[in-house]
């Protein structure tokens, strides 16, 4: 899944808060300028996203993603910290180097980042 790749710095800062390059709204990539169809890993990472919504048949995933950071920023108390601690940002960041990870990924695979937390992001905020 591909993904249909809007560059917008308007939708980009509207969907992300200010705080992204990128956001996927499925079925649509919003990237903040040109440059960014560029960077192979960050258009990698949105389409795990993007891998991940359909799986869930989309609204699902989204509400699982906002309910998710909800109970981690209020554990966490920090917005960046509960962001990164999201099983969906969780395994979009992990795998989000691995060029074949989306062709090869298991079903669910972002369920295995729930409950473990050895595979820290390349933020190392977890």
């Known amino acids: 899944m591909r993904g249909i790749i809007i560059v917008s710095r308007f939708w980009t800062n509207f969907f992300s808060g200010r705080r992204a390059a990128a956001v996927t709204i499925f079925p649509f990539i919003f990237l903040l300028d040109r440059i960014c169809l560029q960077d192979r890993i960050l258009l990698n990472h949105e389409r ?4 991940q919504a359909l799986e869930l048949l989309v609204v699902p995933f989204y509400l699982w993603y906002v309910i998710e950071f909800l109970v981690r920023y209020f554990y966490y ?3 960046r910290k509960a962001y990164l601690s999201i099983s969906f940002e969780r395994e979009a960041y992990t795998n989000e180097t691995n ?3 989306v062709k090869n990924r298991k079903i ?3 369920v295995w980042y729930l ?3 050895t595979n820290r992001n390349k933020e190392g905020a977890l």
């Open 48 to 51: 795990i996203h993007m891998v």
């Open 77 to 79: 108390g920090n917005f």
């Open 99 to 101: 060029m074949g990870y």
């Open 108 to 110: 669910w695979s972002f």
């Open 115 to 117: 409950w473990n937390d």
